[in-house]
């Protein structure tokens, strides 16, 4: 054994695990969906007839289905995206129609008979088309949207220009500051963009045949799905429950709306259940990473002090702006890093493009932002002649050292994190190898999510069962088996006492939702004060029957324990409360504290730190980069279950390998061309390092309980620019674009030595 | 289903439209069946798929019972491989390895570990994929390939569509106790090498090189006349890269780079095939 | 013909099925027997998430038409038994996250155990290249094989 088993160990190595994919209920349809071929363009006309009258088929959606009075717009600050396209298409796969029918089969035969036409406007592909002057709009009207009330430094304009559906910046200083600089550098970094890869597809059902809305939805934040779904059908949350059975991976692309409001309506339409599954193609049509270039100018003094930082970040934000607002706020709140300024102005744009609508992806902007700074430092380093590693330590902020004024202080400690990775390469080893070279790089984002409650509730039955209900969905990351954990703990009992309930939005407490890395931080705390209560109930009662005070009894394994004396509780309970027993329940609510002074609402929960350093070698002839080791950390405050956080980093890291070396959605103008499991490169298990090493950290400082605190993101974000850092390190040269191909490596080599490619 | 985009959007999971099924049990028979129409379905794991991305197919030729398809053999100076050998057995057949190891080396490591048991050479070949490497094995080789119906490709000029009636029953390889043949997969997806040289009674050693991509069908280029082919290396490489066309590219890999690094990757699979 | 009668030996029992000549095995298995491990995720013979064993051989269920296993014994995951040493070590080595890829992983880690009961970390880590999974990053899953060849998965 390699620690406890996790809570979900046998059904998912037995097949017994059961996924949304896997929800069958009597009498369900299935829809399937018409995509548009035609990139940016009016849709004229749109005439269904003929798919209505095709064998299977119950119901067609299109723009004339829409039940008047009902909003037909979902996204997140900006309400932008059709449930089917209404007047526009945006991009290659936009959604035209929705048919349900017996089987998939038909309901795809109907979509291919329904008659479109489309008449195409100026596409828009790529940032820089979107932003030239005279470009076509996506959204010549504004669509509804709101702007969050900042904090100190922050602030947001809503379509700020065309083409761009949010700005957000956040200023920190006097600008002045740069002008004490020694030197300032100005780089620009380009980020490429992924797609999340999860192998269950978006899926939901839907059944509203019964008077309510009942959805079963792959989905990683069932309560503001809930709450969408409301707002667009116009049907109180008390009539709408969603299930979120386990979830096969996410990565950030399941939140919110994606497949539910089709299934849900043509549930309406047609009084049966519907199922609404997509293909891993259509996967890739539906949310994908942003797509960035990144501008840092920064200044320091001559001995290496970073002291002002302007940063101007371009997201690209596809045809729909989905979460794009949400990650500018994050990308541009981190483009700083974790080190020490007098002076930050960085300003991150959502552009708006022809290409798939791009979402939370894991690092959540912190990805892009870590690239660009994490390679600029570096940068920076070797042009002032000093160590990579040192003037990372020089600048670090201390362990607990507020982030950005009215911010809660860094719960790592930076430079021990720095030593350990570099000490673990050989940082410091003179032996250096021809071709070959090191990096290193400090990933860091706020954890938690912003101003983000959690509720939970725990229960004990009379034979001390214990029961959690919280909204934490299981997909991958280990929630269940780490909260069964900390009420196990908490109120001494075996964590196989502690079973997870299922999740639905009518049973189990309110939560915002899986993101952020806040299952630990934030969600756990909630746990905790949920089994403390449980706990503080069941020694108050055990102390009255037993004639004695609280303080002087423990609990185990459902007995009330005073000194040698261990008194079973079952007996106790059924004595009180009759033989048909009872449960002990109680609630737990957490949430950070709002508090002006905080940049985004409140001040940040945790610091996720990823630190990463690698070894890389560099074929001078054909540019191929090969990574014989890599050595990545993480800090999990205290590891809940140290097999699960291991596999959390090594995840990330693998991920953010790809996305450095490899791993991208390739574009022709408007058309993706590599959308499909084939085409598109994810790393396998041939492409690990021959040495892959990760360190699972437990500083202690994390607020959740025991002192842990929130990871899963964090590896990944150093990955790509400690691999650039290696490069330069091996051979001379700059990349400053991903994913780092041979070709680009080549064409650098190339160029440094004089000759054209 | 649909196409959207370069990329795919097939409609379901795996809703296929119903097909009429033929199982029979000779060459002959099946080879009826395709010349009407029908497509061949050798090891399977291509059909599914190309049916999922649009191919529109009425009847279906399952050769899975087809007696003497599959099989490798060495009969005068020529080596035989049965189109319905799978990967797994190609690569493993001891007379391959005897005859051409680099062959065998370079046909054990393309496709997955499922694929490699089921799949056959003749499925992949005929599949018309890019990305599936037999026919830039193959065509470097110099194979012949060999129909039902008598007729004869050269493995080089295979092309999809045109074949698409005919039932491929083998590859024909001559001489290949001459050949030397060496296949470079490392900087797969971007691009792909394959060299094949054959030493000609004098001691000069001629040959091919095979180039491609993910997303481009193979480009053969011709060597020079090699003697001493480690020394010759730089030269011959340089040689064979020049006849590349200037549009040998696709959106992954420029031009540019494939040249520089087929050039690298050719020049060391001499060296390394000299050694 | 447009339909056939199939049988095979599905997990040890012998079963039959009047099915449609374009029946992919993952929809028979999932739809008609309830095998719902058989997980669905590329559905072109890519992922590895579908892999079942037709007679020890791993397929894709997904692009594998159901006629093509006429006399086979199919094993999926839920054939595999709980004490089973290949599916203790993932259990146990917490060699999985969502679980997604892992009936696949596991199915193609007993086709490797049965043909070479002691393979090397490269020999492991190039068979199991043959599975996608996202969350991992797959050292601990190579660690579970490896654990399971050593408490003798082939036998």
Redesign the interface.
């Known amino acids: 054994m390699s620690g406890p088993l996790r809570a979900d160990a046998l059904e998912k190595t037995t097949g017994r695990a059961l996924y949304t994919a896997d929800i069958r209920l009597p009498g369900m349809l299935h829809a399937k969906v018409l995509r548009s071929r035609v990139a940016h363009g009016r849709l004229v006309r749109i005439d269904a007839t003929k798919a209505r009258a095709m064998p299977g088929v119950h119901a067609v959606l299109t723009r004339e289905a829409i039940e008047p009075g009902t909003v037909p717009f979902y996204g997140y600050f900006i309400k932008d995206q059709p449930i089917v396209a209404l007047d526009r298409v945006r991009y290659e796969g936009d959604i035209l129609a929705a048919v349900a029918a017996e089987t998939e089969w038909q309901a795809a035969q109907a979509c291919a008979a329904i008659e479109v036409e489309i008449e195409p406007l100026p596409p828009v592909p790529t940032i820089e088309a979107a932003l030239a002057p005279g470009a076509a709009e996506l959204f010549p009207e504004p669509p509804i949207g709101m702007v969050p009330h900042y904090g100190e430094g922050a602030s947001a304009v809503a379509r700020p220009e065309p083409n761009v559906c949010f700005a957000f910046r956040y200023r920190m200083g006097d600008a002045g500051a740069f002008a004490e600089c020694d030197h300032v550098f100005e780089d620009e970094f380009r980020f490429s963009r992924m797609h999340h890869l999860h192998l269950e597809p978006f899926v939901s059902v839907a059944d509203c045949s019964r008077g309510r809305i009942e959805i079963w939805s792959s989905c990683q934040n069932p309560f503001p799905l809930r709450k969408e779904i409301a707002r667009m059908f116009r049907v109180p949350e008390n009539r709408i429950t969603v299930h979120v059975p386990y979830i096969g991976g996410g990565f950030g692309a399941k939140n919110n709306c994606k497949t539910e409001p089709i299934a849900v309506r043509l549930s309406q339409m047609t009084g049966r259940p519907v199922r609404f599954c997509l293909t891993m193609e259509e996967g890739f049509l539906t949310n994908t990473q942003h797509a960035a270039i990144l501008r840092l100018r920064t200044g320091v003094t001559r001995d290496g002090t970073l002291v002002a930082r302007q940063a101007e970040i371009l997201l690209d934000a596809g045809a729909y702006s989905d979460a794009s607002p949400l990650v500018a706020e994050k990308a541009g709140y981190r483009a700083p890093g974790p080190y020490r300024w007098r002076h930050v102005d960085s300003l991150c744009k959502c552009v708006m493009t022809n290409t798939a609508p791009a979402g939370p992806f894991r690092g959540f902007g912190g990805t892009q932002a870590a690239w660009a700074s994490e390679s600029q430092i570096d940068m920076i380093a070797r042009r002032l002649g000093m160590d990579p590693l040192e003037i990372r330590l020089k600048n670090a902020l201390s362990l607990g050292e507020p982030y950005m004024p009215g911010e809660s202080g860094i719960d790592s400690d930076l430079g021990a994190g720095l030593r350990l990775v570099a000490d673990r390469i050989g940082w410091r080893s003179t032996n250096r190898q021809p071709n070959r070279g090191l990096g290193i790089a400090l990933g860091f984002k706020d954890g938690g999510g912003v101003n983000k409650p959690a509720q939970a509730r725990v229960k004990v039955s009379t034979n001390g069962d214990i029961f959690l209900h919280c909204g934490t969905v299981e997909i991958g990351q280990g929630a269940r088996t780490a909260l069964a954990g900390i009420v196990a703990r908490i109120l001494g009992a075996p964590a196989h006492r502690v079973a997870v309930a299922p999740i639905d939005t009518d049973s189990v407490p309110f939560d915002q939702g899986t993101n952020a890395s806040s299952g630990i931080a934030v969600m756990g705390q909630a746990v905790a004060q949920a089994a403390s209560r449980v706990r503080a109930q069941v020694l108050e009662f055990a102390a009255e029957m037993l004639h004695a005070s609280p303080a002087e009894l423990a609990l185990e394994d459902w007995h009330a324990v005073r000194g040698e004396e261990r008194v079973p509780l079952a007996p106790l309970v059924m004595r009180h409360f009759g033989g048909t027993g009872f449960e002990f329940s109680a609630e737990g609510f957490f949430k950070a504290r709002h508090d002006p002074r905080a940049p985004l609402e409140t001040p940040c929960v945790f610091w996720e730190i990823g630190w990463a350093a690698v070894e890389v070698e560099v074929d001078r002839e054909t540019g191929r980069v090969s990574v014989p080791r890599l050595v990545v950390s993480g800090d999990a405050g205290r590891a809940l279950h140290k097999a699960a956080c291991r596999g959390q980093d090594e995840g990330a890291a693998i991920m953010g390998l790809g996305q450095a070396l490899f791993e991208r959605m390739v574009y022709d103008g408007t058309t993706l061309l590599n959308g499909e499991a084939l085409e598109y490169r994810a790393p396998l298990a041939e492409d690990l390092p021959a040495e892959f090493v990760s360190i699972t950290q437990e500083q202690g400082h994390g607020p959740g309980p025991f002192g842990a605190k929130g990871l899963g993101e964090g590896a990944m974000l150093p990955i790509a620019a400690a691999v650039a850092n290696a490069i330069e390190d091996a051979v001379g040269v700059r990349i400053t674009e991903l994913p780092i191909t041979p070709e680009r490596v080549l064409t650098a080599l190339q160029a440094r030595q004089g000759r054209s490619p | 289903?649909?196409r959207?985009?370069?990329?795919?959007?097939?409609?379901?999971?795996?809703?296929?439209?119903?097909?009429?099924?033929h199982r029979p049990t000779t060459v002959e028979e099946a080879s009826r069946h395709v010349a009407a129409g029908a497509v061949a379905?050798a090891g399977?794991?291509?059909?599914?798929?190309q049916?999922?991305e649009g191919l529109a197919i009425r009847e279906?030729a399952?050769l899975?019972q087809v007696r003497g398809l599959a099989g490798v053999s060495l009969a005068g100076g020529t080596l035989r491989i049965g189109a319905g050998t799978t990967h797994a057995e190609g690569a493993a057949d001891p007379a391959l390895r005897a005859a051409l190891p680099g062959l065998a080396e370079a046909w054990g490591r393309i496709a997955?570990?499922?694929?490699r048991?089921?799949g056959t050479i003749g499925g992949n070949l005929m599949a018309g994929r890019p990305?599936y490497e037999g026919r830039l094995l193959f065509g470097t080789l110099g194979a012949l390939l060999r129909f039902a119906d008598g007729t004869t490709l050269p493995a080089e000029r295979l092309a999809g569509e045109a074949s698409r009636h005919r039932l491929l029953t083998d590859i024909l390889i001559a001489g290949p106790e001459r050949l030397l043949f060496r296949y470079e997969r490392?900087?797969r997806?971007?691009m792909t090498l394959a060299l094949c040289l054959r030493r000609e009674a004098d001691g000069r050693l001629s040959g091919r090189a095979g180039i491609a991509t993910?997303?481009l069908a193979p480009a053969f280029l011709p060597l020079p006349e090699l003697r001493a082919p480690a020394a010759e290396a730089e030269a011959a490489a340089a040689a064979a890269f020049a006849a590349l066309p200037r549009d040998f590219a696709d959106?992954?890999?420029?031009n540019?780079?494939l040249r520089?690094?087929g050039h690298?990757?050719l020049a060391?699979a001499l060296k390394a095939i000299a050694a | 013909m447009s339909t056939l009668t199939l049988c095979f030996r599905l997990n040890g029992a012998e079963v039959t099925r009047e099915i449609p000549t374009s029946a992919v095995l993952a929809e028979l298995l999932r739809e008609e027997f309830g095998c719902t491990g058989v997980k669905l995720a590329c559905s072109r013979a890519v992922c590895g998430a579908c892999t079942v064993l037709l007679d020890g051989v791993p397929v894709a269920a997904c692009a594998t038409f159901a006629f093509r296993a006429e006399g086979a014994e199919v094993t999926t995951i839920e054939g595999v038994a709980e004490e089973d040493p290949v599916r203790r070590a993932f259990a146990e080595h917490s060699a999985f996250q969502c679980g997604y890829c892992t009936p696949g992983m596991i199915l193609l880690a007993k086709a490797l155990l049965a043909r070479n009961p002691a393979p090397t970390r490269e020999e492991i880590a190039a068979w199991m290249s043959s599975g996608l999974c996202r969350c991992t990053g797959y050292q601990m899953i190579l660690e579970a094989v490896e654990i399971a060849a050593r408490a003798g998965a082939s036998a």
């Open positions: 289903m649909m959207v985009a370069g990329g795919l959007v097939a409609a379901s999971q795996y809703a296929l439209p119903p097909f009429v099924l379905l399977g794991t291509d059909l599914v798929a049916i999922r279906v399952d899975s997955t570990a499922r694929v048991f089921t990305r490392a900087l997806p971007m993910e997303r959106p992954m890999s420029g540019a780079w520089a690094a690298a990757t060391r």
